[in-house]
T-cell receptor, first 113, second 115 residues
Framework: NAGVTQTPKFQVLKTGQSMTLQCAQDMNHEYMSWYRQDPGMGLRLIHY???????DQGEVPNGYNVSRSTTEDFPLRLLSAAPSQTSVYFC????????????FGNGTRLTVT | SQQGEEDPQALSIQEGENATMNCSYK?????LQWYRQNSGRGLVHLIL?????REKHSGRLRVTLDTSKKSSSLLITASRAADTASYFC???????????????FGKGTHLIIQP
């Protein structure tokens, strides 16, 4: 099993550009989520989904969009990149949300100049 | 908002020694989880301990939970160079929308094992 796969691993954007971070899991998990990790801040939840067609906002959703058309995929879209969105982004999935262990991808390191 | 806070922020010990990391949190929880993160990689789940459990073991790892003090500890025995990583505690708040609201992570303890 591949687990949780994120692409790309690295990305550099200019302010105002848009892009999509891809996340796919092959564990048939209903729950998927996106976190960002910043130095000294720990991980913060951006958006999450409890199943196909259902998404909701986390702690820091502004500037990001998500959709969940299939159980396997949960892409994160940056609408108009800002330097404050420079971060490492992690996708995670689980069987029962926070009631069970999260499985993380290896992250996307994004720099916005 | 940060729920868990790990202590210490950084820890350096000799290989073979035991490493203890602590986590304090603020609100009532369903469970508390510990994760490891190697440099440049994603987080890896280590142990989940439920609010009605006091201690849990997994190999060289021992986790304790004291809900009256809202604290947890992670003990790594007989440390190895490969244990060098950052360790995070994460809490599943009691009012977590059935688990949908996700985990709240602390800032982590950076552990260095000196060979």
């Amino acid at each position: 099993n591949a687990g949780v796969t994120q692409t790309p691993k690295f990305q550099v954007l200019k302010t105002g550009q848009s892009m999509t971070l891809q996340c796919a899991q092959d564990m048939n998990h209903e729950y998927m989520s996106w976190y960002r990790q910043d130095p000294g801040m720990g991980l913060r939840l951006i958006h999450y989904s409890v199943g196909a067609g259902i998404t909701d906002q986390g702690e820091v959703p502004n500037g990001y969009n998500v959709s969940r058309s299939t159980t396997e995929d949960f892409p994160l879209r940056l609408l108009s990149a800002a330097p404050s969105q420079t971060s490492v982004y992690f996708c995670a999935s689980s069987l029962q949300g926070s009631h069970s262990p999260l499985h993380f991808g290896n992250g996307t390191r994004l720099t916005v100049t | 908002s940060q729920q868990g806070e790990e202590d210490p922020q950084a820890l350096s010990i000799q290989e073979g020694e035991n490493a203890t990391m602590n986590c304090s949190y603020k609100t009532s929880i369903n469970n508390l989880q510990w994760y490891r993160q190697n440099s440049g990689r994603g987080l890896v789940h280590l142990i989940l301990i439920r609010s009605n459990e006091r201690e849990k073991h997994s190999g060289r790892l021992r986790v304790t939970l004291d809900t009256s003090k809202k604290s947890s500890s992670l003990l790594i025995t007989a440390s190895r160079a490969a244990d060098t990583a950052s360790y995070f505690c994460a809490t599943d708040a009691l009012e977590s929308g059935g688990g949908a609201d996700g985990l709240t992570f602390g800032k982590g303890t950076h552990l260095i094992i000196q060979p």
